[in-house]
């Protein structure tokens, strides 16, 4: 596929040497970077993140990312809590979040057959038809690690299923976001970041 150049958003996380091993597959070029120019003029930007809401928020409101982020116009992706910061608020540490999104983020509901965190290959089932699924078959397994999530609403392009349903994808304008790990998801997983780096091209 073509190249794309696209900024990964470094506000922490576990996850992003899997990341840039994930878009390397896909001939994807990649900073992962800080920098609000580097951002803005990016084709495509991705916002990670393995950990807390609060110490991400800190990291993006120290460089003074937050209007820029909310402001972008390009495809953005958000995976698993870079997902969580679009929303107006998070329920862990009761940190405001980026506001791009209009819910609050809550934290799983747990039980003897539905432990926290959620940690597994879960399905994924759409709503609607969407270029991001494209040759992505319904009810595919996509991997999560996850202790909070956004409720379901008008943005949720795709469910799954804990003790109660949740958004598993979501889609607001240009913005994206998946609660799942897509770098981590094998074949599908990479046919779902393929798809976002096809956007606007």
Not at 76 to 94: K, P
Not at 117 to 124: A, E, H, L
Not at 185 to 198: D, T
Request: glycine share 6%; net charge negative; with cysteine.
């Amino acid at each position: 596929m073509a190249a794309s150049q696209v900024a990964i958003v470094n506000c922490g996380g576990a996850n992003i040497a899997s990341l840039t091993n994930a878009l390397e597959r896909l001939n994807a070029n990649y900073s992962v970077t800080m920098d609000a120019s580097r951002i803005r003029n990016s084709s495509h930007v991705i916002i990670p993140g393995v950990g807390h809401a609060a110490d991400a928020m800190q990291k993006l409101q120290a460089q003074q990312l937050n209007g820029t982020i909310a402001n972008l116009e390009q495809p953005v992706l958000g995976i698993c809590l870079g997902l969580q910061l679009l929303a107006q608020s998070s329920a862990e540490e009761n940190v405001q979040c980026l506001g791009v999104i209009d819910a609050q983020v809550s934290k799983l509901t747990s039980d003897r057959e539905f432990p926290i965190p959620n940690i597994g290959w879960c399905k994924v089932s759409a709503l609607r038809e969407h270029r991001l699924l494209a040759g992505i078959d319904d009810g595919s397994y996509f991997y999560f690690v996850h202790s909070y999530v956004i409720p379901c609403g008008p943005y949720t392009l795709a469910t799954a299923n804990h003790a109660l349903k949740f958004t598993a994808i979501l889609e607001q304008d240009n913005f994206f976001a998946t609660q799942f790990h897509p770098e981590r998801s094998a074949e599908v997983g990479a046919k779902l970041l393929s798809n976002f780096l096809g956007a606007n091209q």
